[in-house]
């Protein structure tokens, strides 16, 4: 082999070597200790989000906060949920706060141990509006692809045209999404616009994005930007050469040309997943089926999926899944899908914060002047003022704890009666048991816990060395009576060994 031959050869495999290490890196989402999972606060402003870092989210062991959009967007008539996804500019200006209050609500995040995860929008700028003025005072005028805050004007644009064939990845990637003017993320001026867009929130502390609309976007194109993102901020408590984390809305149900599998070099929310979910606890698959989940699924592999229940879009009818789609509105069903989630080991888990709707474009809880109202304190328990607040429901706060306590311990003991009862556990940290049939589940189960006393967090708590709720008896043999009445309120019990008396 020649010197220059060797060369060559070493140089390809330091270069694939870094890339490998950087694909692993942009999907660390940076949580302090033990922690696990995501919340979206969706539509909160930045003091409330603050305030719930420290008074709610850190204590009960969330890891981190997605915050909706932080860009200037368009002001809209009605003032509906999706203006946040019609930017105007990339200032930090929106009706949940200015660049001030978001700066102060991620230092005080981080502080409490809750990382912030920015939803960035930058596929496209907002459709046709006259007046297009933005949050922050900024105007555009859209017609003539000309958004001077930024500044873009038409050649950073790619051609006009409506997406129309989703069995055709260039028609999907170039065009337009509802009217939204599709920018070209190919070209230099345009990647260096985003990309200081970006930064100057990684410099704010955030620890990772959810790109909007990845799907709609060429993979190389977006490979380029994330590539220019800087580590994330060690003044904010980030370790040295800490890269970004970075999540992916790829809508990929199996039968479209744009595959999610071209975006694993970076994480991917999988669709998928609560789709599937939806079906299974609505009835139309039996729940014994969990007991091989994921392999057989066609789902994101776990080390490259953020794994869901519902989002924003869903639980509206929008995107996949359609009726399927688990809410609040079915709260049995839905605590029984998300204790699911968040005690199988699939994933990087994100729970839905919302506000109560009918009208699924209706914008968040806002009064006369469409200032957004805030959510009751936390010392209140559940929210008011028309917030729905999914993430301090008792069981889901529970089913936190849960996964925090059994880390990485494997799937083991799956138990079901072949229909609707399912249980396992998690190594010897953790067991779950799940009964969504209309028949009582009595049953002696192997637990894989040690033997002793301890606290189901489903129906209460450990406290003040005390039980709030249930009571598991586990033997010597470490097996236990397990008890779920089908007419229960929320038809699991959840154990860990954080929970022991």
């Known amino acids: 082999m020649t010197g220059t031959l060797f060369r060559a050869m070493w140089l390809l495999a330091v270069?694939?070597?870094?890339?490998?290490?950087?694909?692993?890196?942009?999907?660390?989402?940076?949580?302090?200790?033990?922690?696990?999972?995501?919340?979206?606060?969706?539509?909160?402003k930045y003091p409330d989000i603050a305030r719930e870092c420290e008074e709610y989210l850190g204590p009960a062991g969330f890891g981190g906060v997605q915050v909706s959009p932080i860009n200037e967007n368009l002001v809209?008539?009605?003032?509906?949920?999706?203006?946040?996804?019609?930017?105007?500019?990339?200032?930090?200006?929106?009706?949940?706060?200015?660049?001030?209050?978001?700066?102060?609500?991620?230092?005080?995040?981080?502080?409490?141990?809750?990382?912030?995860?920015?939803?960035?929008?930058?596929?496209?700028?907002?459709?046709?509006?006259?007046?297009?003025?933005?949050?922050?005072?900024?105007?555009?005028?859209?017609?003539?692809?000309?958004?001077?805050?930024?500044?873009?004007?038409?050649?950073?644009?790619?051609?006009?045209?409506?997406?129309?064939?989703?069995?055709?990845?260039?028609?999907?990637?170039?065009?337009?999404?509802?009217?939204?003017?599709?920018?070209?993320?190919?070209?230099?001026?345009?990647?260096?616009?985003?990309?200081?867009f970006l930064n100057r929130a990684v410099d704010a502390g955030v620890a990772g994005f959810r790109v909007d609309a990845a799907k709609h976007m060429w993979p190389q194109d977006l490979q380029v930007i994330y590539g220019r993102i800087r580590n994330l901020s060690q003044d904010h408590g980030f370790p040295a050469d800490s890269r970004p984390y970075i999540y992916q809305e790829v809508i990929d149900l199996g039968n479209e040309a744009v595959k999610k599998s071209e975006y694993y070099f970076a994480t991917v929310i999988d669709f998928l997943y609560g789709m599937i979910l939806g079906e299974m606890f609505h009835g139309k698959e039996p729940l014994r089926n969990l007991e091989n989940w994921g392999p057989d699924r066609s789902l994101v592999p776990s080390d490259s999926a953020l794994v869901m229940?519902?989002?924003?879009?869903?639980?509206?009818?929008?995107?996949?899944?359609?009726?399927?789609?688990?809410t609040y509105k079915v709260p049995k069903q839905y605590k029984m899908a998300v204790a699911f989630m968040l005690a199988h080991p699939d994933g990087h888990p994100r729970v839905m914060s919302s506000f109560a709707f009918d009208d699924p474009s209706i914008g968040p809880p806002?009064?006369?002047?469409?200032?957004?109202?805030?959510?009751?304190?936390?010392?209140a328990g559940a929210c008011g003022n028309g917030w729905v607040?999914?993430?301090?429901?008792?069981?889901?706060?529970?089913?936190?704890?849960?996964?925090?306590?059994?880390?990485?311990?494997?799937?083991?003991?799956?138990w079901t009666n072949g229909k609707n009862q399912?249980?396992?556990?998690?190594?010897?940290?953790?067991?779950?048991?799940?009964?969504?049939?209309?028949?009582?589940?009595?049953?002696?189960?192997?637990?894989?816990?040690?033997?002793?006393?301890?606290?189901?967090?489903?129906?209460?708590?450990?406290?003040?060395?005390?039980?709030?709720?249930?009571?598991?008896?586990?033997?010597?043999?470490?097996?236990?009576?397990?008890?779920?009445?089908?007419?229960?309120?929320?038809?699991?019990?959840?154990?860990?060994?954080?929970?022991?008396?």
Request: proline share 4%; with cysteine; glycine share 10%.
């Open 422 to 501: 399912i249980a396992f556990s998690r190594g010897s940290k953790g067991f779950i048991a799940i009964n969504a049939e209309d028949a009582d589940l009595r049953e002696s189960l192997g637990t894989g816990l040690p033997a002793g006393r301890y606290c189901d967090v489903i129906s209460g708590e450990l406290k003040d060395g005390k039980c709030t709720g249930k009571i598991v008896d586990v033997d010597d043999q470490g097996r236990a009576g397990i008890v779920i009445l089908k007419d229960e309120e929320d038809g699991v019990v959840a154990v860990h060994g954080n929970a022991k008396l």
């Open 309 to 326: 229940i519902d989002n924003h879009d869903n639980q509206r009818g929008h995107g996949a899944g359609g009726s399927d789609i688990l």
């Open 389 to 414: 607040c999914e993430h301090r429901w008792r069981q889901i706060r529970g089913m936190v704890g849960f996964r925090n306590a059994v880390g990485n311990q494997p799937l083991q003991k799956f």
């Open 76 to 196: 809209m008539t009605g003032r509906p949920w999706f203006e946040r996804y019609q930017p105007i500019s990339y200032k930090f200006e929106t009706r949940s706060g200015d660049e001030k209050s978001f700066r102060e609500m991620v230092a005080r995040c981080n502080k409490a141990g809750v990382r912030i995860y920015v939803d960035a929008v930058f596929n496209h700028m907002s459709a046709d509006a006259s007046p297009a003025v933005g949050t922050g005072g900024s105007k555009a005028d859209p017609q003539n692809l000309d958004y001077p805050a930024v500044p873009y004007e038409r050649n950073d644009f790619h051609p006009s045209c409506a997406i129309s064939n989703y069995q055709n990845a260039t028609n999907v990637r170039d065009c337009e999404l509802s009217g939204l003017h599709d920018l070209d993320q190919s070209k230099e001026d345009v990647r260096q616009r985003i990309v200081e």
């Open 366 to 379: 806002a009064d006369a002047d469409d200032n957004i109202i805030s959510p009751n304190p936390p010392s």
């Open 15 to 44: 270069a694939f070597v870094l890339a490998f290490v950087g694909v692993l890196a942009q999907k660390d989402p940076h949580y302090v200790g033990d922690r696990t999972t995501m919340v979206h606060l969706f539509e909160w």
